[in-house]
């Protein structure tokens, strides 16, 4: 049974006598097309390992399972488990895991499962977690070759954002640091059931064999990018004085000025590359401070 329609999302939703979780951010794909495009993105070979977040009612698993080695799919609503186990029965590699994606090691999970590393991630993301999701996956490590998210236009955008526009933040950074975005193709909300209030796109994320740009302390890395889109109107300098990291205004006009960038800047004219020189100047100049 094909599970990509109105009808056979809503029979079987009847079938089990449920109803579709607002707050597990259920919108289940019913056009086949838009699966089919998003599985082509993914690229994927019969050897292959791929990791579907939030199967829902198996629409896009189905096709996921026609062309991957082996599926892993975490869902976190128990009571769809066994309505997976019904769509997905005729599926060879597919095994259905329950849990929150939230707080899973892929890694450990497709090992203990016996899937091949790397391995990829396609998702039609529950969008009221979409970015800490996203930064489990960035910041975790995990061994993977490739990502395809659906996720909210306006999240896509912003992932894949330059400096110097509205959208760029440090969503952007933290995404562009460890992978390679861009913006495969935009979705309506018709193709969703129940049909979302807002627009969506699919992103492509390829990790980044090393980081966008060499950092020596992440952490100190980040808490400069937030301080700067923390108070976007702010210039840089003040921005960075105002954070709770507290960082020295005249330190700051000296790394600017040094690297001769006006001392009114603001954090969003930045590159990735800029950020990081400048982590790595108030690194130096508060060597044996803890940050
Ligand atoms: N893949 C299905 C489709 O395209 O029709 C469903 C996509 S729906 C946007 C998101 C799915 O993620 C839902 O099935 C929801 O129950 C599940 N989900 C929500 N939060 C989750 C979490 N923390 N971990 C795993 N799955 C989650």
Do not use: W
Not at 46 to 75: D, F, N, R
């Amino acid at each position: 049974m094909k599970v990509a329609s109105g009808k056979t999302a809503h029979a079987l939703l009847l079938k089990y006598n449920l109803r579709i979780k607002k707050r597990f951010g259920q919108n289940f794909l019913i056009d086949e097309n838009i699966i089919k495009k998003i599985v082509r993105q993914g690229n994927l070979n019969s050897e292959e390992t791929v990791v579907e977040i939030g199967p829902g009612l198996g629409a896009m698993t189905q096709h996921l399972g026609v062309q991957a080695g082996k599926v892993i799919c975490l869902e976190l609503d128990r009571d769809l488990i066994p309505v997976l186990k019904e769509t997905l029965a005729e599926y060879n590699g597919i095994e259905i895991k329950q849990g929150d994606a939230l707080s899973t090691d892929f890694d450990f999970l497709v090992n203990e499962l016996k899937g091949s590393f790397p391995y990829k991630v396609i998702a039609n993301l529950p969008y009221y977690i979409t970015t800490p999701l996203i930064m489990h996956f960035l910041e975790s490590g995990f061994n993977i070759s490739k990502m395809v998210l659906m996720v909210q236009k306006e999240v896509a955008q912003r992932m894949a954002a330059k400096p110097n526009t509205s959208d760029y933040g440090a969503l952007t950074v933290a995404v562009q640091f460890y992978c390679q975005c861009n913006i495969a193709f935009y979705v309506p909300p018709s193709v969703f059931l129940p049909k979302p209030a807002v627009e969506s796109a699919v992103v492509e994320l390829i990790p980044l064999d090393k980081h966008k740009v060499s950092v020596e302390d992440e952490k100190l890395f980040f808490q400069v990018v937030r301080a700067a889109f923390n108070k976007r109107r702010k210039t840089l300098v003040n921005a960075l004085a105002n954070s709770p990291m507290a960082f020295d205004k005249a330190l700051v006009s000296g790394i600017l000025s040094g690297m001769q960038v006006n001392e009114k800047i603001r954090g969003e004219a930045l590159s990735i590359e800029q950020f990081a020189h400048i982590a790595k100047e108030i690194k130096e100049a508060g060597k044996g401070y803890e940050f």
